[in-house]
Nanobody, 122 residues
Framework: QVQLVESGGGLVQAGGSLRLSCAASGSIIRINGMGWYRQAPGKQRELVAAITSGGNTNYADSVKGRFTISRDNAKNRVYLQMESLKPEDTAAYYC????????????????WGQGTQVTVSS
């Protein structure tokens, strides 16, 4: 099983910055994709940014040029640097990891963090 611990959320004024981090631990054979999703009240959960083990990235159109995703493969960590934050960025942000484990070593499963709240005031 894989456990994800998130940190870095908080309250920030419009135009400010925050850095989210997520650490994965457990019976991990290999981590493939890592990413961040967010969910605002009354909205569906949406992909914000994703990164492969090789460092390839993709972003939601709404955050391109403002957010940067990165990972440390040796430490099983993924980060999201958020710049020029807007009120519409307000949401609960969830770390996602696709991992191969010893208990199910033939397929990769998705694991989710507990969520960290980001609130941007106008």
């Amino acid at each position: 099983q894989v456990q994800l611990v998130e940190s870095g959320g908080g309250l920030v004024q419009a135009g400010g910055s925050l850095r989210l981090s997520c650490a994965a631990s457990g019976s991990i054979i290999r981590i493939n994709g890592m990413g961040w999703y967010r969910q605002a009240p009354g909205k569906q959960r949406e992909l914000v940014a994703a990164i492969t083990s090789g460092g390839n990235t993709n972003y939601a159109d709404s955050v391109k040029g403002r957010f940067t995703i990165s990972r440390d493969n040796a430490k099983n960590r993924v980060y999201l640097q958020m710049e020029s934050l807007k009120p519409e960025d307000t949401a609960a942000y969830y770390c996602n990891v696709k991992a191969l484990t010893y208990s199910r070593g033939w397929v990769s499963d998705d694991y989710w963090g507990q969520g960290t709240q980001v609130t941007v005031s106008s």
